[in-house]
């Protein structure tokens, strides 16, 4: 059957009718400090990790910064009406650490959390319950600077931070995210140098995922001790295809398992390290930066895991060179990563896969069973979007991108996995960080030369989405969709 939506895209209809979500499973829209706040230089902030990165030639497609971005520094206002008219019930964003202490120790930088003061309470006001993000990826620099993630003070430094921001915006904000994505702050950030600190090393990397993870658990601990609060991180499982079912790409599914998922997943749920990491890492894990009580403290209760999905990735063998720990060599675990190509792609170049989604999270409920309720705290796509004529943004992939994929999660909680949310990626187009401004990921399109802010198509139908809790194909907005 093909039906078209209040957009005019049209699609086959999902075969078990219009998801309904259940009552009371929070809708919300996601951003980060670096990639929507500008004001670089304002209000005290320290240089991170990012601003430097972005100032080497080359590193940053057309040599962007997150100097000005989407100036919600100063538009903060603006925004959150867009969220308060979009009529969301949670607003996921991150906090700078570098405005909070410029060079990641020491005093709280007063201008930085009064920032976060009044954003906090302009979400209230609105009617939106803010969810935030302790470290979405901009280090001080000044840590970075004494080893960055590769050093364990750096994780006692993230929780002194975390217990300052809890400390002064714990009343209000009840939801915390510890990290956001550590699988990239560590190894593409210190593995392969395509995010920032640049770093392409071997034993370094495992060192910085190591860090994060205890980073992680000295977080949880401190906002424990601040009160009454749900506290979780927010993780990238990936679904892995492998190319072929030979025994040497499924040996290679393993390995990027490990690298992806379980390194993660393993440590923080299942009180264990991974089961394949000596076949994954061979001599570069050499556990040197590991301790006695690390994996208790890692793996402290959590109220909730945060899960981003955009695409799977297909895993074949690939040829493996042998590190060498001594030369710190990048880490290679003998696998090519590519995109399935029998299906759309987005411009990120990410293949359209729904239905990966909703094996992703059963797979996730069936291999840990002690996994807390999930949220899935960005999920979006990056579109070739134009203003048309009308003045309008006529997204109808993104608009379908969302729809499949919403479908695909009601899905998953049809057979039982339990989902308490979906936070849209993006709130705004903003810096997709290597990719500069070239992706735009928005439900609101911002055009970087005025800054103005145009709610594109797809903001208009997850608005009417939301209001509805449930998918909808054919009926406009005014209708009673229950009789769908
Ligand atoms: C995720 C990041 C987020 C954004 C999206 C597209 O990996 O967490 O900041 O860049 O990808």
């Not at 049209?10 to 004001?39: D, L, M, R, V």
């Not at 600190?197 to 071997?202: I, N, Q, S």
């Not at 490990?258 to 997943?265: E, G, I, K, P």
């Not at 040197?288 to 990735?313: K, Q, T």
């Amino acid at each position: 059957m093909s039906t078209s939506d209040s957009t005019g895209a049209t699609t086959a209809a999902p075969a078990a009718g219009f998801p309904e979500f259940p009552p009371g499973f929070a809708f919300g829209a996601a951003t980060a400090s670096y990639q929507i706040e500008g004001a670089h230089d304002v209000g005290g902030r320290g240089p991170s990790i990012w601003d430097t990165y972005c100032r080497q030639p080359g590193k940053v497609a057309g040599g962007a910064t997150g100097d000005v971005a989407c100036d919600h520094y100063h538009r903060y206002r603006e925004d959150v009406a867009l969220l308060r008219d979009l009529g969301v019930d949670d607003y996921r964003f991150s906090i700078a650490w570098p405005r909070i202490q410029p060079t990641g120790s020491g005093p709280a930088n007063a201008e930085g959390l009064a920032f976060y003061d009044r954003l906090v309470d302009e979400l209230l006001a609105a009617g939106v319950r803010p969810a935030a993000t302790l470290y979405h990826w901009d280090l001080p620099q000044a840590l970075e600077d004494r080893g960055g993630w590769r050093v364990r003070e750096t994780a006692e430094r993230f929780a002194e931070y975390t217990a300052i921001v809890a400390d002064r915006l714990g009343d209000r904000i009840k939801r915390w995210i510890t990290l956001n994505e550590p699988f990239c702050a560590a190894f593409v950030g210190y593995a392969i140098g395509r995010h920032a600190p640049g770093a392409k090393e071997g034993t370094g990397a495992l060192a910085a995922a190591h860090h994060l993870l205890v980073g992680h658990g000295l977080a949880v601990r401190a906002l424990r001790a601040a009160g009454d609060c749900e506290v979780g991180v927010t993780l990238n499982p990936d679904r892995l295809l492998p190319a072929t079912d030979s025994a040497a790409d499924l040996a290679a599914v393993r390995r990027a398992d490990t690298l992806h998922n379980a390194v993660w997943f393993d440590p923080i749920f299942a009180g264990r390290y991974p089961e394949h990491e000596a076949e994954t890492w061979g001599p570069l894990a050499d556990g040197s930066y590991r301790r006695d009580g690390d994996l208790a403290l890692i793996g402290a209760p959590l109220d909730f895991v945060g899960v981003n999905y955009y695409r799977p990735i297909t895993i074949a063998a690939a040829p493996h060179r042998e590190p060498d720990p001594a030369a710190r060599t990048a880490v290679d675990i003998g696998a090519a990563e590519s995109w399935r190509d029998d299906v759309r792609h987005t411009t990120m170049g990410w293949p359209v896969v729904p239905e990966a989604f909703t094996e992703l999270l059963l797979d996730l409920d069936a291999r840990y069973p002690n996994l807390p309720p999930l949220y899935i705290t960005e999920n979006g796509s990056a579109e070739a979007d134009t203003v048309a004529a009308d003045g309008q943004v006529h997204d109808a992939d993104r608009v379908a991108y969302l729809r499949d994929h919403l479908a695909a999660l009601a899905e998953a909680v049809r057979a039982g996995v339990d989902v308490r949310g979906y936070y849209v990626w993006s709130l705004l187009d903003n810096f997709e960080w290597a990719f500069g401004y070239d992706k735009r990921f928005g439900i609101v399109r911002v055009d970087y030369d005025t800054l103005e802010r145009l709610p594109k198509d797809s903001y208009r139908w997850y608005q009417d989405m939301i209001r509805a809790h449930r998918l909808r194909h054919e009926r406009p907005a005014a209708t009673d969709h229950r009789q769908d």
